[in-house]
Every structure is written in structure tokens, then in C-alpha cells.
DNA sequence: CTTGTCATGTTATTTCATATCATGTATTGC
DNA sequence: GCAATACATGATATGAAATAACATGACAAG
């Protein structure tokens, strides 16, 4: 299966914590900080890397690793599975990438830099992803694991429900 | 975000992983109070969905699907992947085992019957899971939900880290 | 120049999941 | 009881996600 079909396609608007935004500027911004960023700390941000990260970026949605493929074999680059699954390991390494276990896709980070503890909420009906801050290690779950001698090293958090678009729409 | 200064929410989270316990015993009432939601609410416990019911609260840990593909075979059950994961997914929908998103796993549900919000704490070593009450759905991810407009259905709240034996052991 | 490191390319395979159609087995309503 | 219906299972095939293993290239440090 090579073809992407783009089922319901969110048109060119796409929202960010379900909200429109000027995309171009946020691409290119978020494109810029990142490379900043590796800059900074050594980190190499090659031609795959980045061209991942952009079309994340350019989405702002979650891609499956084998969407992110299509696309790269469509530029140019290599076509293989280990292609894209080593670029967005290296993207979600470094807190450019996040993953969505729910789903088994990748969206790019909405707060770059920020202390990254995520949680996203996901629309079962768009697929629209939007990511906020969820701490939740701090609150009940914490607790919970600091009862139980349970050492937390990184939390996954996903509701999934009803965007404000769709929710309109039914 | 539900800090520290409302530590009733932990009380009734006694977190039902991480520890012994009289396993034969806890699997058996699981099993009957499977039986008796069922008969309750017509729903029907066929002898594949019991057995991987049973299977799932004998192992006490995440089992992917074909790992209990495996197991019904064994048993003399249908042995092709259907099989499974329809006995899955209607134990999933009716509460008695949760998907572990991270894993790709299925595990028995610890508090049958309780309102269902879980949380988990993963073992990255031993694979163990302990379930536990998230509520995060009315923390800090609540209120951005509200505030987006988005209407969460489902929570996914995974931890992973280090389980006390394995911290142990390190 | 050679050694080491990191990134990429390529092949193959494993693991997870579902669509589809055929068959069987319980209820239910007559 | 017995047919009609709904629900459960069996079986085949395929789709989709992820990784193992090995080879090559690019480049900097010694």
C-alpha cells in the first residue's frame, strides 16, 4: 500500500488546539526553533529529520509512520520502514516529535522547549490532535505510584472524544 | 494541577499491582463476578471470552494477542486472529480487560465493576502492569478540555518506569 | 590514512490488526 | 416444536506497524 488517501482531510485550516491559526508562520517558526535548538545542544537535524519535522509540522496531525514514508519516498529519500522509524526516533528522542500510542501515530510537538510532560486529546471523528500539558504524574497517579514503590520515567496521556467541530456537527 | 492539598483522591487507589497476593483466589472471584455482571446484563461469557478472561487474570500481566491466540490454540480453541481478538474486544467494551496502548496489550481489569477511568503503571523491564484510578479527566486535562471544547469520551493514562523490584535490582 | 562514530540504505521478517465470507448455535416469537 | 433472527465462531487473506540484521557512506579525531 503506497497511496496515502487523505479520508477526511481537515482542509488547509488546520487547528491547533482545535483553533486557526496562520499555519505558514507556525511551521516556519517552529522549524527555525528546532534547528536553534540542535544547533545548541550538537543534535543533527539532517535532510530526513528536517523533512520529517516540517511535514508534522505542515500537518498538524498525526501521520502513521507509513504516511510520513510515502511522503519521503516522494521527495526523493529512501522508501524503507527503518527510514522514517529512525527520523522520527530521533525527533521524539529530542522532544520535536511526539507519539500517539492510541493511534500509532506521530504529530509534531506543539511546545517546543516547554518541560515536556504531554497530553493530547485526539478527536475519534477527524483525527485532529491537540496538545496540552498533563502533570499528571504530580496528581493522583503520582501519588498512586509513589505508593506503591512505582518509579515514573514517562507518562502517556490521550483523551479521546469530540473536537468543537465535530461536536457542532452532530 | 490536583495537587497534594486533596489527598483523599489517593485513598481508594490502593494500587492492585507490584504486590502478593492469593492469586488463585483473585482470579477465581474475578471470574465470578465476571459471570454474575454477565448474567445480569445479558451479556454472554462464551467459553472462548472465559478463557481469556481467565487466562488474562491468571498471567496478571499485559498479553499481546497473539500470545493468547497461542494459549487458545493450545486449548483447543480457533487459533487464527479473529478469534482472539473478538473475545478481546468484547471484554474490552464491557470492562473486564483494558488495552494497554503502549504495549499493544490486553490485561485483566483489577477493579471489575468500579466506575472506569484506569490508569497504569508499566513496568520497562519486567513488562508487570498495576492498574490504577486516573480521574485525570478532571485535573488539568479537564479544564483545557472544557476550555477547547472538546468532549472527552475516553482516557488513555499510562506510566512507564521502573516497578519497586526491578528498582531493586538496579 | 585509518579508526571510530553516526546516519542512511536495503532486505527480510515479525508483530499487531481487520475485512470478508461461510458456518454454526442460541434465543425469540409464532 | 420450529422457523426466523441475531449473535458467535471458523477460516482465509491481507493490511498496517515495527524491528532485526547487515551493508554503505560521510565525516571528524587521532
Known sequence: MTSETH????AETAPVGFQEHDHQTCVKTALVSAEGRCKEEGLRLTPVRRKVLEM????????????????????????QPPVAYRALDFLVQNGFVHKIERLNAFVACSHPGASHSPAFMICRKCDAVAE????????????????????IERTVVEAEGLCPDCTEKA
Chains 1, 2 share one sequence.
Open 7 to 10: 479520508p477526511n482531510a481537515v
Open 56 to 79: 508534522l509540522l505542515q500537518e498538524h496531525r498525526a501521520l502513521g509512520a507509513y504516511a510520513i514514508l510515502d511522503r519521503l519516498r516522494d521527495e526523493g529519500f529512501g522508501s
Open 132 to 151: 496540552a500539558q498533563s502533570a499528571s504524574a504530580k496528581g493522583v497517579l503520582g501519588a498512586a505510584a509513589r505508593a506503591a514503590g512505582f518509579e
